[in-house]
């Protein structure tokens, strides 16, 4: 414990690398480090996460037009 805990950057590096590594205490081991799968930084998708989920009516932008006049004195 006291090593991983002196040596955690290196130990998260190489776990990045697909390398993990298991922390004991005591000599038993307690927990197991590896690297969460997911896609490298700037390869994530953020356009169009939503697609197929939902659909937008054709007058979404007119929807609530009269309501929101009247809102407004109009």
């Known amino acids: 414990m006291h090593e991983a805990k002196t040596r955690l950057s290196q130990l998260v590096a ?11 205490k005591a000599g038993k081991p307690v927990v197991r480090v590896t690297a969460i799968e997911s896609p490298e930084q700037g390869q994530q998708k953020r356009i169009g996460f939503l697609a197929g989920e939902f659909t937008v009516p054709d007058d979404f932008d007119r929807m609530g037009q009269e309501e929101i006049a009247e809102m407004f004195g109009g």
């Open 14 to 24: 190489q776990a990045a690398r697909g390398e993990g590594f298991i922390i004991a």
